[in-house]
């Protein structure tokens, strides 16, 4: 049989058509899964499943393409944005080329490689997944790790004499030129998974344009990670997360009314 006729077969009504039922790897409570919906929604919804290529990267995000039909390719730690960039080359600049990265890959290894990117002109989207931690490989400091906050090798909670201070990212890139629209998001209530299906849409589109470089950062829970259950993870991002990453457009060229 081949693959697509198996990806038919595992299809469920309730969800969206390019979502492939399958057990998820993701830990319970992780927004990952969530993310991957909002995505394959939107791919569905601007009508570009045949058109788009994911990259996604090493960490948690390296099988959202067991999860969602579309071609999708994955790059070595941090090197998301040379693939994408190479794809979107490959194919004239005709399809629609999106990162998925998480804040290890994309603000510490793949730093470099993210920001020239943006400085190349390219056009891409970036959908960087914020969950303050190295939640593949068991929770260790990562550049968003907030200050105070535990982790494997901050046992004693992130202290900027030792460890320095976290990296924002939506808001460090918001001055480059080439770079169209930055927001944070979250996906921890209805009310904020709503506005981040709208970002991601916007950002999208703004590649289907044809105007430049567009990001979306999420802050998303990473229970395991954070030794903490789904619920309070949910509170942790409300009470401590959102406190050092402020939600907003931190930058939109469009010219659009905000929230559109
Ligand atoms: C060059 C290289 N260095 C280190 C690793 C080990 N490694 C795998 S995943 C990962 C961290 C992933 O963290 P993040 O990007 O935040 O992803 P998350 O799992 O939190 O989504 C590391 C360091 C690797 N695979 N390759
Ligand atoms: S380790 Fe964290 S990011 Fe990875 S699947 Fe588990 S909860 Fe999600
Ligand atoms: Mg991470």
Not at 7 to 12: F, L, P
Not at 69 to 83: K, N, Q, S, Y
Not at 95 to 108: R, Y
Request: charged share 20%; net charge negative; hydrophobic share 40%.
């Amino acid at each position: 049989m081949a693959v697509n006729e198996r990806a038919e077969e595992r299809r469920v009504g309730f969800q969206p058509d390019l979502v492939i039922n399958q057990p998820s790897h993701y830990c319970p409570g992780c927004h990952y899964g969530i993310l991957t919906r909002i995505l394959a929604e939107v791919i569905e919804e601007l009508g570009i499943a045949g058109d788009t290529i994911g990259v996604s990267a090493v960490g948690c995000s390296i099988f959202t393409h067991v999860y969602m039909d579309i071609d999708f390719i994955d790059a070595l730690h941090g090197r998301a944005p040379e693939v994408a960039s190479g794809v979107k080359a490959a194919h004239f600049g005709k399809k629609i080329v999106f990162t998925l990265q998480g804040d290890g890959d994309l603000a510490a290894i793949g730093m470099g490689d993210f920001i020239n990117a943006i400085a190349r002109g390219e056009h891409l989207t970036t959908i960087f997944l914020n969950n303050a931690n190295y939640g593949t490989t068991g929770g260790q400091m990562a550049p968003t790790t907030i200050i105070g906050q535990k982790s494997t090798t901050t046992p004693a909670g992130r202290k900027p004499e030792v460890e320095g201070y976290p990296i924002h990212v939506a808001e460090l890139i918001a001055s480059m030129q080439g770079l169209v629209y930055s927001a944070r998001c979250a996906v921890n209530t209805v009310k904020n998974t709503r506005r981040t299906k709208k970002a991601i849409t916007k950002a999208l589109r703004i590649q289907m344009e044809g105007r430049g470089y567009s990001f979306v950062e999420v802050l998303s829970a990473c229970p395991a990670g954070w030794k903490l259950s789904p619920l309070d993870s949910l509170k942790w991002i409300e009470e401590n997360q959102m406190r050092e990453f402020p939600l907003g457009v931190f930058k939109d060229e469009t010219g659009e009314a905000a929230d559109s």
